[in-house]
């Protein structure tokens, strides 16, 4: 029992920071159960049953807080894509000048995608689980999330800093190599998110062109 | 019955061309269900009953070829990764020139990716559901890969054509990079397996300085 409360206070790898506002508290352990079930066994092969246990609850007090699997992983994908925009968004705002903004926007994100490898795993790889409508604004999130990258990417070009022949496949690229951080980042591995930070944002700089 | 076969030789999005050389044709029916299969649903929701059903066959006949499920996991994941060791390797050959070795290597790399997004997803997510020993295994192929991608950056540092302080970091972005094409590549999508190829060739350029 002990050891289940360790291991979902540390889901996603973040503490259980991602999830602070979550209320009441067991909604915010049936998340962290969650996000640990989906990761190990993938979302179709997890029962509530399974979810409510590692969260050390009854399949009956689950269903109090949340209707279906379902809706457990709309949960998920909800709060760790509107943190994910809200740490882009503020990260691309520390500064005027567009080579700082695009430094900061990638060494954030790597560093959230290295740091909450085990959410961003299940956020990514189970998109295509949720409901039409729930898929339909998870979706939306996504363009907010694209059109940030996109916006440092136009101001750059716009003040002659950087050399972009193509804004929306360069943003999308830049992206891509920081979600991806998730699927192979180890704990246990050589890097650390920050240092894995600090080389892709250099990695950023060049792919921009930045002078 | 008709659709279930035109589906399954679909599989990868590559007309199961991965798979050609595998034989007999039922073993080959059955790898290309099982991708289809454990892409749909994941690897621990997947039955062999369904595996068989969807290759149109009974489990008895599916034991005759496979063993257990992870077997089948096995062989995909050993099929997919040495295809991709090869055509990274051979793409990287095409010349004496760094530059166009890495263009070529990083354009054909992406394409596989994009066109057999189905075959990489499961290659790529379902690790974990491998073996310590089958683990151990693929996990050596992907090191070839990795030296595949580190040589033509050596070279290119050696001949003074790339700039690249961190090699190995470098040549783990630019895996990654080409990897995650198989997440969010959409075959109908606004880009083509081809341009996305052309994209990528040119952000590694830029990636590794080269001049």
Known sequence: MAADAAETTDAGGDGGETWADVSPEAARRLLLAAVDAFAERGFHATTTRDIAGR???????????????????????????????????????????????????????????????????????????????????????????????????????AAGRFAVPDVPGTALALLSLCIDVARWFNPDGPRSPEQIGELYADLALRMVGAH
């Open 55 to 157: 969260a050390g609850m009854s399949p009956a007090a689950l269903y109090i807080h949340f209707r279906t699997k379902e809706e457990l992983l709309y949960q998920i994908s909800r709060v760790g894509h509107e943190r994910s925009v809200r740490i882009l968004t503020e990260a691309s705002e520390v500064s005027e000048d567009p080579a700082e903004r695009l430094a900061s926007a990638v060494r954030t994100f790597v560093r959230w995608h290295a740091e909450r490898h085990t959410t961003a795993r299940v956020v990514q790889y189970e998109l295509n689980a949720l409901s039409p409508e729930h898929h339909e604004q998870i979706v939306e999130l996504r363009r907010r999330t694209g059109a940030v990258m996109r916006g440092i990417l136009e101001d750059g070009v």
